[in-house]
């Protein structure tokens, strides 16, 4: 019981931290100096560079060459494609509807959970995904956001293909992950997605005007490769090897909950009893999934 109530604790702290990081997102992007391909490489390089630090400090695991391999497939699906579809398709969009998109990533793990690893769709996990994707609704559309973006079409399907490069990942290594500690899976998974993301990124790195970034900006910088990323992910691991995929994907309707209270208490939002209502079918979505039936081998 203690392991699941960490991970359900786990998952909600990972949620928040990622419900506050698209508007830090956006604030970021607004000057127009750090473009989206700069910010992915902060995330991915800066989140790589810690878990590097972190694992000095560890106990050293030997990783085979086949599951480097696999570590490397993990890192593309888990951490470049979702995190750089995601920063790609904020900079082209408004917080409002990238938040709106990320609601459908808990209905691609149960479908991908079901084809992939047999896990049953029960009417109790069906209806708590309704349920949490009908408040996760309710609140974006309530938010009074009206900022778009760019291309808010593009900007939404590329978002779309974030959630479900995650669910893919989720599905896959759900079993692989359990292999190795947190922080030699993390270590390996983001210096995979830097290699990859670093050359095709060369070009805006080189002309980047470094000296216009300003102070808040670096700050917004820093939540984002630190919280967003690095202690997010740490938190999505624990997650991940305690409850099911289908429960991890749950906690993906936290994010517009976050925003929503964010929004109240810089004012820019007001509380109603619909906004109360919402947050009520996203807890009792997440605990109609957790009490749905698994596998026997799940846990």
């Given at each position: 019981?203690?392991?699941?109530?960490?991970?359900?604790?786990?998952m909600?702290g990972?949620n928040?931290?990622w419900?506050?990081?698209?508007?830090?997102?956006k604030?970021?992007?607004?000057?127009?100096?750090?473009l989206p391909?700069?910010?992915?490489?902060?995330?991915?390089?800066?989140?790589a560079v810690?878990?590097w630090?972190?694992?000095?400090?560890?106990?050293?695991e030997d990783?085979?060459?086949?599951?480097?391999?696999?570590?490397?497939?993990?890192?593309?699906l888990?951490?470049?494609?979702?995190?750089?579809?995601?920063?790609?398709g904020?900079?082209?969009?408004?917080?409002?509807?990238?938040?709106?998109?990320t609601?459908?990533?808990?209905?691609?793990?149960?479908f991908?959970?079901?084809?992939i690893?047999?896990?049953?769709?029960t009417?109790?996990?069906?209806?708590?995904?309704?349920?949490?994707a009908?408040?996760?609704?309710?609140?974006i559309?309530?938010?009074?956001?009206?900022?778009?973006?760019e291309?808010?079409a593009l900007?939404?399907f590329?978002?779309?293909c974030?959630?479900?490069s995650?669910?893919?990942y989720?599905t896959l290594?759900?079993?692989?992950?359990?292999?190795y500690?947190?922080?030699?899976l993390?270590?390996?998974?983001?210096?995979s997605?830097?290699?990859?993301?670093?050359?095709?990124?060369?070009?805006?790195?080189?002309?980047?005007?470094?000296?216009?970034?300003?102070?808040?900006?670096?700050?917004?910088?820093?939540?984002?490769?630190?919280?967003?990323t690095?202690?997010a992910?740490?938190c999505?691991m624990?997650g991940q090897k305690r409850?099911?995929?289908?429960?991890?994907?749950?906690?993906?309707?936290?994010?517009?909950i976050?925003?929503?209270?964010?929004?109240i208490?810089?004012g820019?939002d007001?509380?109603?009893?619909l906004?109360?209502?919402?947050?009520?079918?996203i807890?009792?979505?997440v605990?109609?999934?957790?009490?749905?039936?698994a596998?026997?081998?799940?846990?």
């Amino acid at each position: 019981m203690e392991r699941k109530i960490g991970g359900h604790l786990a998952m909600l702290g990972a949620n928040v931290m990622w419900g506050l990081m698209s508007p830090v997102a956006k604030m970021v992007f607004a000057a127009g100096t750090v473009l989206p391909a700069i910010m992915v490489d902060f995330r991915v390089a800066g989140a790589a560079v810690l878990f590097w630090i972190t694992s000095i400090f560890l106990p050293k695991e030997d990783v085979p060459v086949k599951d480097m391999f696999r570590l490397f497939g993990a890192g593309m699906l888990g951490i470049l494609l979702n995190q750089g579809c995601f920063i790609f398709g904020v900079s082209l969009t408004s917080p409002g509807e990238a938040s709106l998109v990320t609601t459908t990533m808990p209905m691609w793990v149960m479908f991908l959970a079901w084809l992939i690893l047999r896990e049953p769709i029960t009417l109790k996990k069906a209806g708590g995904i309704v349920l949490g994707a009908a408040g996760a609704i309710i609140l974006i559309l309530g938010s009074g956001i009206t900022t778009t973006g760019e291309n808010p079409a593009l900007g939404d399907f590329i978002v779309l293909c974030a959630q479900l490069s995650y669910a893919l990942y989720l599905t896959l290594y759900r079993n692989f992950i359990r292999k190795y500690s947190l922080v030699t899976l993390m270590k390996w998974m983001f210096l995979s997605a830097t290699v990859v993301a670093l050359p095709g990124s060369i070009h805006w790195l080189q002309t980047a005007s470094w000296t216009m970034i300003t102070g808040m900006e670096w700050s917004g910088i820093a939540y984002v490769v630190v919280c967003g990323t690095f202690l997010a992910y740490i938190c999505i691991m624990i997650g991940q090897k305690r409850l099911r995929p289908t429960v991890v994907g749950m906690y993906n309707y936290v994010q517009p909950i976050v925003a929503t209270i964010t929004g109240i208490l810089l004012g820019l939002d007001y509380f109603t009893p619909l906004k109360a209502l919402a947050i009520v079918l996203i807890f009792s979505g997440v605990w109609l999934v957790t009490i749905s039936r698994a596998r026997k081998d799940a846990s």
